[in-house]
């Protein structure tokens, strides 16, 4: 059984791809629990030298991952080539972090004994990775479990298996058999993993699919990060740049992104400029030469419906241009509506494509009751000249990544996470490491002879 790959860029038929079933699956995640007792029984520091080998074997096959992203999701090269430089630092960091880690309170808490913690992988963790960052998100989830001493069975998104599975087979090489399996294929193989013998899920994809992930893992560990719906609060005394900024965030990846902006919200007395300044960014920003295609039929339908039942009565639309050979590609132009209720489909509803809604708000409370007046929480940022009005709000916005004067800016070292409808978990800093641990406590009485 296989499922037919096509190339967002042309809408090409570009390949196949096999599809995982409960044979492969069972077999998948019985070698990665047999490889976990040599992966777990190495020193951080051997498990360290091993993640570095990977992270030099993703570099020294930059151009192989960057053509496989570009094919499965048709981002253009000036992005896939950054995303694959972070996938290789993530595995650097996550080495450095596991040799790094600190204990909590240990020694003599109690009289005449001696108490320490000993954090322990869990064993064998499912990963579902979507279509929208194949490489980076797996790394996001990845790294981290195995730094932990974890083995890892990943299933990529339907339409994007090719990067994962190229990782898998420098995983091979770097870490040893198994110690890193891919099983790739449809809806039901995710399933089929998440209601396997693995000991914990990590999944990112959409609230609807994290609700069955949870109720299919039963009791075992989950983290979830199940998208977002962004704020921007932009007031007066936004900085000159805040609309290009805005625009380039909500088109990085054809807005594909869970933490991207989404929706713009400003006071009356600056809504019409806010509106004129980001339809104006918007038409500098075109698909085709500064960001890529939707990635796939389903998703593009589900936009083009957002976009219909949306009652705005402005929309500002760009151009689209596509090279030689791809005028059949899932384009679609990066677009800005205004004047639109604040029930309207685009506000309420994760969008995920190149689309900014502007709203606005009588003052700084209503804005801030706008922004968090949808059930994802996220990512959110603010937009002030004034640094103590925006570090205020930003602290005052449910999102579990705020920003000030930026939008999209992310480092290894910075935990992300949603809340609310968004998920729960940690991806990225130490703290992850944790979502991949289990903490044991160890006391000793101390017995005296003679």
Same mark, same amino acid.
């Given at each position: 059984? !296989?499922?037919?790959?096509?190339? /967002?860029?042309? =809408?090409?038929?570009?390949?196949?791809?096999?599809?995982?079933?409960? +044979?492969?699956?069972?077999?998948?995640?019985?070698? *990665?629990?047999?490889?976990?007792?040599?992966?777990?029984?190495?020193?951080?520091?051997?498990?360290?030298?091993?993640?570095?080998?990977?992270?030099?074997?993703?570099?020294?096959?930059?151009?192989?991952?960057?053509?496989?992203?570009?094919?499965?999701? =048709? !981002?253009?090269?000036?992005?896939?080539?950054?995303? @694959?430089?972070?996938?290789?630092?993530?595995?650097?960091?996550?080495? +450095?972090?596991?040799?790094? %880690?600190?204990?909590?309170?240990? =020694?003599?808490?109690?009289?005449?004994?001696?108490?320490?913690?000993?954090?322990?992988?869990?064993?064998?963790?499912?990963? @579902?990775? /979507?279509?929208?960052?194949?490489?980076?998100?797996?790394?996001?989830?990845?790294?981290? $479990?195995?730094? $932990?001493?974890?083995?890892?069975?990943?299933? /990529?998104?339907? &339409? &994007?298996?090719? &990067?994962?599975?190229?990782?898998?087979?420098? #995983?091979?090489?770097?870490?040893?058999?198994?110690?890193?399996?891919?099983?790739?294929?449809?809806?039901?193989?995710?399933?089929?993993? @998440?209601? +396997?013998?693995?000991?914990?899920?990590?999944?990112?994809?959409? #609230?609807?699919?994290?609700?069955?992930? *949870?109720?299919?893992?039963?009791?075992?560990? @989950?983290?979830?990060?199940?998208?977002?719906?962004?704020?921007?609060?932009?007031?007066?005394?936004? /900085?000159?740049?805040?609309?290009?900024?805005?625009?380039?965030?909500?088109?990085?990846?054809?807005?594909? +992104?869970?933490?991207?902006?989404?929706?713009?919200?400003?006071?009356?007395?600056?809504?019409?400029?806010?509106?004129?300044?980001?339809? #104006?960014?918007?038409?500098?920003?075109?698909? =085709?030469?500064?960001?890529?295609?939707?990635?796939?039929?389903?998703?593009?339908?589900?936009?083009?419906?957002?976009?219909?039942?949306?009652?705005?009565?402005?929309?500002?639309?760009?151009?689209?241009?596509?090279?030689?050979?791809?005028?059949?590609?899932?384009?679609?132009?990066?677009?800005?509506?205004?004047?639109?209720?604040?029930?309207?489909?685009?506000?309420?509803?994760?969008?995920?494509?190149?689309?900014?809604?502007? %709203?606005?708000? $009588?003052?700084?409370?209503?804005?801030?009751?706008?922004?968090?007046?949808?059930? %994802?929480?996220?990512? $959110?940022?603010?937009?002030?000249?004034?640094?103590?009005?925006?570090?205020?709000?930003?602290?005052?916005?449910?999102?579990?990544?705020?920003?000030?004067?930026?939008?999209?800016?992310?480092?290894?070292?910075?935990?992300?996470?949603?809340?609310?409808?968004?998920?729960?978990?940690?991806?990225?800093?130490?703290?992850?490491?944790?979502?991949?641990?289990?903490? !044991?406590?160890?006391? #000793?009485?101390?017995?005296?002879?003679?």
């Amino acid at each position: 059984m !296989k499922t037919t790959l096509v190339d /967002p860029r042309t =809408g090409a038929v570009r390949g196949t791809s096999p599809i995982a079933r409960e +044979s492969e699956v069972r077999s998948a995640v019985a070698a *990665a629990r047999a490889a976990w007792p040599g992966w777990r029984g190495r020193t951080p520091r051997e498990r360290a030298r091993a993640l570095e080998r990977l992270a030099a074997l993703v570099e020294a096959n930059t151009a192989a991952y960057v053509a496989r992203e570009a094919a499965g999701t =048709g !981002k253009p090269d000036s992005e896939t080539t950054g995303e @694959v430089e972070q996938v290789a630092d993530l595995f650097r960091f996550y080495a +450095s972090a596991v040799r790094a %880690q600190s204990a909590p309170a240990a =020694g003599r808490l109690v009289d005449g004994h001696e108490s320490w913690v000993r954090f322990e992988p869990l064993g064998v963790v499912g990963v @579902v990775v /979507p279509w929208n960052y194949p490489l980076m998100m797996a790394a996001w989830r990845c790294a981290p $479990a195995l730094a $932990a001493g974890n083995t890892v069975v990943a299933k /990529p998104a339907e &339409t &994007t298996p090719d &990067t994962l599975e190229l990782l898998a087979e420098h #995983a091979a090489e770097a870490l040893g058999p198994a110690v890193l399996t891919v099983v790739p294929g449809d809806r039901r193989t995710g399933r089929l993993l @998440v209601e +396997s013998g693995v000991d914990m899920v990590a999944f990112t994809g959409s #609230a609807a699919a994290g609700a069955d992930v *949870a109720a299919r893992a039963g009791g075992r560990r @989950v983290s979830l990060e199940l998208g977002g719906n962004s704020p921007a609060l932009v007031l007066p005394d936004a /900085p000159d740049d805040t609309w290009t900024r805005l625009v380039r965030a909500c088109t990085y990846n054809a807005g594909q +992104s869970c933490a991207a902006p989404a929706r713009v919200i400003t006071l009356r007395e600056n809504y019409e400029r806010t509106v004129e300044n980001l339809a #104006a960014a918007a038409r500098e920003c075109l698909a =085709g030469r500064d960001f890529g295609p939707l990635n796939n039929a389903g998703q593009l339908a589900r936009y083009d419906d957002i976009v219909e039942r949306s009652a705005a009565r402005r929309h500002f639309v760009a151009d689209i241009a596509p090279r030689a050979g791809e005028e059949h590609g899932l384009w679609r132009p990066a677009r800005i509506l205004a004047d639109l209720p604040d029930d309207d489909p685009a506000v309420v509803e994760e969008v995920f494509g190149p689309l900014l809604t502007v %709203q606005s708000a $009588a003052g700084v409370e209503a804005a801030v009751a706008l922004a968090n007046g949808v059930p %994802q929480a996220l990512a $959110a940022s603010v937009w002030t000249r004034d640094l103590s009005t925006g570090l205020d709000l930003a602290a005052r916005l449910d999102a579990g990544e705020a920003w000030i004067n930026c939008h999209l800016v992310q480092t290894a070292e910075l935990p992300h996470g949603g809340r609310g409808a968004s998920g729960h978990g940690t991806d990225l800093s130490t703290l992850a490491l944790h979502e991949y641990q289990r903490p !044991k406590t160890v006391t #000793a009485r101390l017995v005296r002879e003679g």
